[in-house]
């Protein structure tokens, strides 16, 4: 039984919403009828709900204030508002608070009854996909979360390279089964659309769409539509940057150059030349490498090796991926020269590395 909080200033409103409807026969439980957004938030200091039903105008704090905190500290609740008004300002608050409805006094019943049918349909979905995920062992579910997370918040600039962050969730998705990797996927998508969607919808709607229409449902597709996925994170990051609705760490003077080691570092697995981060930052070729190197203190290709070699031994030193998909995760296709540069570069061979690192 699904537990519903409902909150209204009027007292007849309130009863009304707590005994004319069969909540019981709807797989609800009503678990408090209360009269102002504060008892809302304290009852939820100690009771967990899953929806709450609420009047826009309350008196100390509205229904959108308590929509904007519940969103931020119970985001798993669905939040139906309530008002007295066709005020589209009021909506539009609503909307940016991710409300599930919004319905305008007086209270027709048979719709609010329609919207708990939808809102249940998808708690048991959620519910059904959380029993899933949990299946395959409580250590690895915790950690494909966290690695959901993860890349999630390396598209959003924050933490390390998108690269990585999907590279380190890679190996859980090759293990588990194609109905926990959809579930995975789904919910990297989700939380990635509300990640972006208060920056910019449309960007968020659009990103959504195409990442919509990679699936990764069997083993013999999973390289090429996991390219795909890390392709379109990756450009998702350049253009929250390239809109300045993130700002990238900057470890250099020259915007330019900062905005060019971003790129590189977010799109190390991929097949990219110098031309390419030269059009990105809007330079010419030539020009960007004597600006690269004036700023850098290193050349451009000597910055690729450093960046790609450092990667490779960061994902060597926290998991035990083979060289192969070590080679390809930093952008070499070519295993037996990504283990020549290795070599080169760090002084043994990768396994010789991770022979070292395990003793």
């Known amino acids: 039984m699904y537990k519903v909080i409902i909150a209204d200033d009027e007292p007849l409103i309130r009863a009304g919403l707590g005994f004319r409807n069969n909540w019981e026969a709807m797989g609800f439980e009503v678990a408090a009828i209360l009269e102002d957004g504060t008892d809302v938030m304290k009852y939820l200091e100690s009771n967990r709900a899953d929806v709450l039903l609420t009047d826009i105008c309350m008196y100390q704090m509205s229904g959108l204030e308590v929509a904007e905190k519940v969103r931020t500290l119970y985001p798993w609740m669905k939040v139906v508002l309530l008002s007295g008004y066709k005020e589209f300002e009021y909506a539009r608050q609503a909307m940016r608070c991710q409300v599930y409805e919004y319905l305008i006094k007086p209270i027709d019943y048979e719709k609010l009854r329609e919207i708990f049918r939808q809102i249940k349909q998808e708690l048991d979905q959620s519910s059904h996909e959380e029993k899933l995920l949990q299946s395959f062992g409580e250590e690895a579910y915790s950690k494909a979360l966290e690695l959901t997370k993860a890349v999630t918040g390396s598209v959003m600039g924050e933490g390390e390279q998108t690269w990585m962050a999907y590279a380190r969730l890679t190996p859980i998705l090759q293990e588990v089964p194609p109905q926990v990797k959809q579930i995975l996927v ?40 996991g390219r795909g996925v890390i392709e379109l994170l990756s450009e998702l990051h350049d253009e929250l940057v390239s809109r300045n609705l993130i700002i990238s760490e900057k470890t250099v003077v020259d915007d330019s150059i900062a905005k060019a080691c971003n790129y590189i570092n977010n799109h190390l697995g991929e097949d990219f030349t110098c031309g390419d981060v030269a059009d990105f930052v809007h330079l010419s070729q030539r020009h960007f490498i004597r600006r690269f190197r004036s700023e850098m203190k290193e050349t451009y290709t000597d910055y690729l090796l450093r960046v790609r070699m450092e990667g490779a031994m960061r994902l060597m030193d926290e998991n035990s991926m083979d060289a192969k998909d070590i080679a390809q995760a930093v952008g070499y296709q070519d295993e037996k020269y990504f283990r020549q540069l290795f070599k080169k570069y760090v002084g043994c061979s990768p396994r010789e590395y991770q022979r070292r690192k395990n003793t």
């Not at 939380?191 to 920056?199: C, L, N, P, S, T």
């Not at 990442?211 to 449902?217: E, K, N, S, V």
């Open 186 to 225: 789904q919910r990297l998508l989700h939380e990635m659309y509300e990640r972006i969607v208060d920056k910019d919808k449309p960007l968020a709607d659009d990103f959504s769409a195409k990442l919509r229409a990679i699936t990764l449902p069997d083993a013999e597709n999973d390289v090429e539509s």
